[in-house]
């Protein structure tokens, strides 16, 4: 049996968690009382649906079933995690965690996704409190990767280490909060900068919309890969944060922020700063606002990844536990059968992969028929640690044929036949699936070289053997149509 969880509250937050986790392969019931909720969560997975996929080079699990509950303790019997997300009073949440808790399996983990109550708060009266702690998501669940987790001194330390091994299988980055705090770590930041935008809206300094250019211009970007204090360590030049806290530390007793007081909330604030953010963004719709949010956290997660930096490094961890005990990421000795072309690509078309025409463009057909040909090349022994010796595979010459369309989204696969590999020579046939149908197909040589004299080189033994087994097993394989074919030839 899969593993099960259950949402609590099926909102935009308990939608994005139920999305998390069913997109990850889990079974997902959700309960909420709201005969809407269904309906609710549709679109919300929609989009969780569309962009999460392209986050990875690497297909996630099959998707588990979702299903709607009544009944709270039917949603929660025999689960493996439970998610609360109903609303922000503890009285309600005390009432739903005495409900679950008393049908729930005691090992299962109960996280809350409260952003500003303290785990011991949310303990008062609990028949079992160590099973109980916040893990607070950030909005879109199914696309950020930080949670806080945040434990009281009397939570299950063994249940919190769970938790986060389960997060982190989910493509998420758990951040232990080892003290708890009214809001945590990351809501108190949001918080200051919330008041000062305030602040100076209602002192006429600025609008809404330059406020947010001064952040998605300016400050915003190096957070994103940098954080604060890494990001203010390079502002110190040669001699780090010493010099830049010896240069700047003085101005921090400067009365420049009203961080500790809050404007009042007047009717006239509300009509100014509702009014200045319609004028600024009422263009689009909030579902198109959605759509854009997620186009762009995708394209810069994946910017990150090409670096192992951030976000990007928690999907590179994600998508190499995706792809161990499977022949994504086997060694072919690992494989009894070779007698078949080799699965070397599976994987959903990301969004920045396709054109105006909404298609895979042309260069991204090359750049999977070369993911496909790296991932041969690591399964026959020529991976990182080889190339380090110094020798590797260079491609000398590349055929591609477009077959059929292929759409942002769309589960491909990639295939691979070896035609020829003997000595310094491999010769690759390549074919792209969505289903069973054919999209494209690739013909690569390359030629073993040595990094060294950049010259054609014998390859190592080990490779040799491995490869000669595949080739041989190969060879049973009728010769597949449109190999050895050029471009402009007749059919």
Known sequence: MGQVAAIIGGGVIGGGWAARFLLNGWDVRVFDPDPEAEAKLAPVLAQARRALPSLTDVALPDEGRLSFHADLA???ADVDWIQESVPERLDIKHRVLADLQAACPEEAIIGSSTSGFKPSELQEGAARPGQIMVCHPFNPVYLMPLIEVVPSPVTD??????????????GMYPLHVRKEIDAHIADRFLEAVWREALWLVKDGV???????EAIRMGFGIRWGQMGLFDTYRTAGGETGMRHFMAQFGPALKWP??????????????????????DAQSGHMTIAQMLTARDDN?????????ANDWGAGAVLNAHEARLRAGTVLGAHADDLE???????????????????????????????????ATDRFMALIGCDADYVATGGSYFTAETHIRHVDEALAGAMIEVRTQVLAGAAKKLHLWHEMYEGERLLATGEHFLLHVSLETRRPSDPSQAILTVLTRIAEAHEALLMPEGAGRFVGQRP
């Open 157 to 170: 330390p063994a249940l919190v280490t769970k938790a986060q091994d389960i997060l982190r299988s989910l």
């Open 206 to 212: 600025a609008t809404t919309e330059e406020i947010d």
């Open 337 to 371: 059968d070779v007698s078949a072309p080799i699965l070397t690509v599976r994987r959903a078309v990301p969004l920045d992969w396709t054109d105006y025409n909404g298609h895979m463009n042309e260069a991204r057909y090359l750049q999977a028929f070369g993911d």
């Open 297 to 305: 956290l995708v394209g810069m997660m994946r910017s990150l990844k």
């Open 74 to 76: 039917e949603a929660v």
């Open 256 to 277: 420049w922020t009203k961080l500790m007081d809050v404007p009042e909330f007047t009717d006239e604030l509300v009509d100014l700063i509702a009014g200045q953010s």
